[in-house]
């Protein structure tokens, strides 16, 4: 079974544009989860999508968004890039079920670079 | 919500000795408690975990226990081999909203 896949895998942008990524679960997962991954800050939980809604939301700004489509795919869109958002972006995909161990696995991330 | 405290953030120890991490968490109704190694320039994989009814699990070199009373659970790492040295997170998840929290990372290295 393939794992979860992140695209792109590197990203330079400059102040002030707006990023896509995208992330394909692992099949049969039916919920994705985001993480914004910085040194010291571990993983920032962005927000979490179940069958096209989403689930959870953590503490971040509103130019952080992103939505699920009927395949499970997600994307995750930031406007107005600040230097602070440089990070590396993690999804996790998991089944979604709200059994104790539904446990979540990693894409490879997309290395966010904002100039 | 929940608050997931990890400690040390960065451990070094003697190829072949124990090292050891723990975590505590603010919320009982945590209920799962997975731990990921972070290798340099790979993604989080999951390594072991445990659930709330479990006190311990092992996994060749590697267990976590749990203490529910006291809301912590460590990662014991046995006969530690230069291949061990990546960052660990520990998570908590069962809480408000059902989603993981992770601890900020330990940064472990093994001296041959």
Redesign the interface.
């Known amino acids: 079974k393939a794992g979860v896949t992140q695209t792109p895998r590197y990203l330079i942008k400059t102040r002030g544009q707006q990023v896509t990524l995208s992330c394909s679960p692992i099949s049969g997962h039916r919920s994705v989860s985001w993480y914004q991954q910085t040194p010291g800050q571990g993983l920032q939980f962005l927000f979490e999508y179940f069958s096209e809604t989403q689930r959870n939301k953590g503490n971040f700004p509103g130019r952080f968004s992103g939505r699920q489509f009927s395949n499970s795919r997600s994307e995750m869109n930031v406007s107005t890039l600040e230097l602070g958002d440089s990070a590396l972006y993690l999804c996790a995909s998991s089944l979604g079920a709200l059994s104790i161990t539904d446990t979540q696995y990693f894409g490879p991330g997309t290395r966010l670079t904002v100039l | 919500g929940e608050n997931v405290e990890?400690h040390p953030s960065t451990l070094s120890v003697q190829e072949g000795d124990s090292a050891v991490i723990k975590c505590t968490y603010s919320d009982s109704a945590s209920?799962?408690f997975?731990w990921?190694k972070q290798e340099l320039g790979?993604?989080?994989?999951?390594i072991i975990?445990i659930?709330?009814n479990v006190g311990e699990k092992k996994d060749q070199r590697i267990a976590v226990t749990l203490n529910k009373t006291a809301k912590h659970f460590s990662l014991h790492i046995t006969e530690t081999q230069p291949e061990d040295s990546a960052v660990y997170?520990c998570a908590a998840?069962?809480g408000t909203?059902?989603?993981?929290?992770?601890?900020?990372?330990t940064s472990l290295t093994v001296i041959p």
């Open positions: 990890q209920n799962y997975p990921y790979k993604r989080p994989q999951l975990d659930r709330s997170f998840k069962g909203g059902n989603q993981f929290y992770f601890g900020t990372g």
